[in-house]
């Protein structure tokens, strides 16, 4: 049978409900209940913005943020390469600027001695043709 949590935001009165099946695990259920809370005092804070256009600005941020999050947790790196690309990119970044950071950041990992992390590849995996 599903369960609920309900995170409510005092201030505004606004409330999000998660439905669902929780593990059983404590700590799984405080991870539940303070990623609700959190998410629920961002939307308020959002919704609160007098200006529409900074509205639309805040919550495509939030948007983006949640999509890297989600290709991170399934260890999509091309994925979360393609959105901070596209991120960059509306952000007015150049072409050429994103690849001079790559580069740049290439050159940092390769100094500190750890894995390619730009490449796409899985660590050990040799670059592809």
């Not at 404590?26 to 629920?40: E, Q, S, W």
């Not at 959002?46 to 256009?53: P, W």
């Not at 940092?108 to 750890?114: A, P, R, T």
């Amino acid at each position: 049978m599903p369960e609920q949590y309900i995170a409510k935001d005092n201030e505004t009165g606004l409330e999000v409900t998660v439905t669902g099946d929780f593990p059983s695990d404590p700590d799984d259920r405080v991870r539940i209940a303070r990623t609700a809370t959190l998410f629920t005092r961002l939307f308020a804070t959002i919704l609160a913005t007098d200006s529409e256009s900074d509205r639309r600005h805040r919550f495509r941020a939030i948007e983006t943020q949640l999509e890297i999050a989600e290709a991170l947790i399934r260890e999509d790196i091309a994925e979360v390469q393609r959105l901070i690309r596209e991120t960059m990119t509306t952000m007015g970044v150049t072409e050429e600027q994103l690849e001079e950071i790559e580069n740049e950041l290439r050159r940092h990992l390769n100094d500190l001695g750890g894995p390619d992390l730009l490449s796409g590849q899985p660590e050990g995996d040799p670059d592809p043709v």
